[in-house]
Every structure is written in C-alpha cells, then in structure tokens.
C-alpha cells in the first residue's frame, strides 16, 4: 500500500474547517448508499428494542406463569409463552441486550488487543512482530468454531466464556489489519519528523500512528459485529455460550426448535430476531466500507 | 515446485504441533476427576480404580502423559474414552467417521456448482432484476445462521407441507434439509466472490477481443470468462471447507445425525474430553491438509505461485 491512501483514510476523522465539510459530504453519502441506510435502520431498531425494550415489558423474562406454557400470543403475551410459560416477547428483548452486550464485550477486548499488538508489531518489528504474527498464522490455523469450542471445554460453559473464546478467535485479525497499516505509516515523513524531535514511541503510536488507523478499525469492526452476533448465538444454540436462565437467541431457538411442530412461536421469532441483526449489522458494516474505504469508493 | 511443496508441509509443523499440545491441555480441564466419574457407585473399590488410573496412564507424571499422547497421535490412537471404561476413543467416534464426510462433501459438491452458477448470472445481469435478487440473497445467505434458517424451512417443508423429514439420519430424504442448509452459507459465499470475479473478468480486453472476433456471447462467457474465476475461487475452498467442518456442529445438532460434530458437543456435556479433543485433532488436520492440497494445486495452476512472487497474483 502506498502513502496515499492512508492519507485519504485519515480524512474523515480529521477536525476544524475541513473535518466539517468531510463530515458532511460523508452523510451525505451516507443517505444516498441505501444498503447502509437499511442497515442502520435495522440495528437502531434492536438496539431500542435492548435498551427499552426489558423496561417496557410488563412481564419479566424469568417470571414462570403455568398459564402461558406454550401459550399462542394474546394481548397479554403478544408472542406467546415458552416451555415454562415465560414471556417470549419479554425474553427477547432481554436476549438483544445479552447479544449486544457480548459483541460489544467482544469488540472491545479484540479492538484493545489487536490494536495494540498490531500496532507495536508494525512499528517495533523485529521479533516481536514475528512472534505475534506466528501466533496468529496459528490462530488462523483453526476454524473458527472450533477453537472457540475447545475454549469453551476448557473454561465451561458461562457468558464470560464466550467473550473470552470469541476474542481469541478474532484478535488476530485485527491485528493483522494495523500492523499492515503501521508499517505503511511507519514510512510516512511526519513519523520520522516525530521520531527525530525525540518524541517517545508510545507517543508516536498513540499520537501519531493510532488515529490514522481508526478508520479502518471501525469499518473492520462494524463487518465484524455481524459474525460475533453469530457465533455468540452459535454457540448458545449448540448448549456452550451464555447459560439459562439469562435468555439468549441461539438457545431460545434451540429450545424452540424441539416444539416446533406443535409451538413455532418460540422458534420462528427468535430466529427472526436473530436474522434480522445480523442482516442489519452487515448492510451496515457494507454500507460503511463503501463509504470509509477510498479503495472501494474509487470504482 | 518441490520445494515449494515441502516449505509448505514443513510450515504445518508448528500447527499441528500446537494443535497437539492445545488439545492435550484442554484434556486437562475436564471437570472433576474422570476415573471417579467412571467408577460412579464402584467408587470405594481401590483395587478397580488403581487398574483404572494405570490403564489410562493417569498415574504417570504429566510429561508422560504427553509423550504417550504424542506417541499414540502419531499412530491414529486418540487414547480411553472417560464416558466408556477401558473403550478407545477412536472406537467411539468410528461411526461418525463415515457420517460426516458424507454431508460436508454433499454440501460441497452442491455449494461450488450452485455458488459459481448464481454469481455469474449475477454477474451477466449486472443491476438487473435478476442480479438484485441474487445480491439480496446473498446478504440473507451470508447472515442467518443455518439454525435460523432451518427454523424456516424444517417449519414450512417438515411440519407444513410435510415433503422431508425433519429429524433422523440414513435415508436419502433425510439428507436433503441438512446437506441444503449446509450448503447454504457456502453458496453465498461462492456466488459472492464469482460475482465479483466475473464483473473483473469481464472488463479485461481478451474479452473484448473474443467479443470483436465475433464470438458468440455463450462462448466467451464459457471459453475465455468462467475459466479465469475458477481459478482465485479455487483459493477460496480451504475456508468454505473450514465453514463446512465448523458448521457440521450445529447441522448435527440440529437433525439428530449421529456423525461427528454432534458426538463432539455430547462428549462436551458427558465430560468426555478425549472424544471432543480427538475429533477437534481430526477436524484441524483435515482443514490445514485441504489448505496444503489447494495451495499445491494453485501452484500447479498458476506458474507465478510457483515462482514465489505471490505479491504478482
């Protein structure tokens, strides 16, 4: 990669007169592309839906009711009741926030991770940098379910393992991602400026390398937020990730998928649920690559 | 090309090591202690547990441990069961060995075929209705997760209209819904990368030329354009197999089918860590041994590997 576009990358987040013109012809983009449009819609309605939603229901998602077991939706369960008459409507909500939670958990961890030892890899290099990149050659090694299965065998199951398996799994590839942007950053002449005006390497890094690599952060981790959603519900459906009687899509279907010959609520609306965030967090995650990415919107 | 293949296997080395240790020590954490476990209501029988311990090697230094697990890895023996007393691992698991492969290659042999058909027509309809179509389900494809997928279809095609059975394994029926679901993921996948291939392809000037010459339109789609796709989209099998192995799991699960990766999350709940780690070893030589096979072939294919500039592909 050549200086150029790392500049151009940095634009957006750039501030004063110029940030401001940028920052407008970005939403002005941004409303034409309808993909991103869609996506953002999508991903606002679940996140209102976590975040108000546990507030608003009137039941709560543990309250049992012998009443509502297998319940068709009534006004007073407007989706109907599980195996042990609780709230499916109520259930799912709280699911939303569980999920978000955890891919945010997730997120975070990786971004921190990644970030920093992509960053030191590229701009250190040397044996650091190749004793990080074989640890992620090895990484990269597993398919991805699998290592995070044989995490999840070694901690037990719990919500703590599945953010923890998940941010194995995907540390690398951020990692991977700044480094290559350091290293391209690294031969730029305002490094070597700051490094002959004896400014320190933490410094640089933070200063100086970090923001120009944020961009492509984001649009690398709003791709990612999709496939964390799905492995976190992966792994929930397949009895190892986030444990009852905190609510979780994947194990709500799970439970569904055995009823649903004669209950389908359950099944069908939590898989809806499900489909509908992660459809929402890659047209999103699309739409903002197309936006961010200087490569991508030069076709 | 010999050295380039033996550099490849030699770099496979460090994998399959760490692989082998990773799994040793997952070994480690099975909770509780197994020949307990085993032993159940006979727990106050020494003399049985003594046997117990010396037959799965347990009474030895960890070290061992490894080295007797190294040594039988190298041989095909997984070690004991801690489910089923005194029962090779590689027992427990010898059904699935011919269940699995069965629905990854199916799912396969259907996704490559499906995925290259539907990204060029794609392609060939650029911004057309058709194209639209497929570009939305590729969105849907590449999102939901085959068990939210299958909620859908096991409803509408097993419970609704009654066509598949839902559950089972060993018919030809009952291999239609898991295979197509698996598959599923893996088709977008494939149609997505075609489709962007196919729009590259398309663009560079011995098309044009076969176009000028007169050439019939099927022609150069057939003759000049598809040949070129196939081959980066050959690059990309390693990682549709790695979908296929990891989502074995949950397709298993799901259907009732006695294969692999079913056997691999039950072993999980039975605190049968030998039976998951062994097909956890099995899972990750055979997804490393199928990225070896497509980049040897790649090289056999495209001379510039070959020549170490994989900077100029």
Redesign the interface.
Known sequence: MTAVPVRAVAEPAGGGAPGVTARREFWARFRRNRNAALGAALVAAVVVAAVVGPWLSPAGYEDTDLRAVWAAPSPAHLLGGDALGRDILARLVVGARVSLLVAGSVLALTLTVGTAAGMAAGYFGGGLDAALM?LC??VF??????LA??V?????PGTRTVIVALAIVWWPGIARLTRSLTLSLRAELFVDAAIVSGTRPATILLRHVLPNVVPALIVRASIGV?FIV?AE??LS????GVQEPLPTW?GM??D??VA??TE?YL??S???A??VT??GF??LGDGLRDLLDPRVRAR | MTGYAVRRLLGLVPVLATAVVLTFVANQFVPGDPIMTLLSDRSGDAALEARLRAEYGLDRPLWRQFASYVGGILRGDFGLSFRFASTPVIDVIAPGLLVTPVLAVGALALAVPAGVALGTCAALRRNRAADTLVVVGLVVGTSVPSFALAAFLVYVLGIRLGVLPVAGWGSLAQTVLPVTLLAVSPVAYIARLSRTYMLEVLQQDYIRTARAKGLRPRLVVYRHALRNTLVPLLTTIGIVFGGLLSGTFVIETLFNIPGLGRMAIQAIFARDYPVTMAIVLLFTFFYAATNLAVDLLYGVIDPRIRLGRRGAA
Do not use: E, K, Q, W
């Not at chain 1, 090694?141 to 699998?146: E, G, K, M, S, V």
């Not at chain 1, 459906?237 to 190892?240: C, N, S």
């Open positions: 074989r050659d090895i090694a597993f398919p991805d379910l699998i299965i044989v999840a065998a070694m901690l037990g999709g799905m519900a992966t459906f397949l009895g190892i994947g279907i799970r569904g998928l649903l010959r389908p099944a069908l939590a898989s809806a499900l489909a992660i459809v890659n047209l």
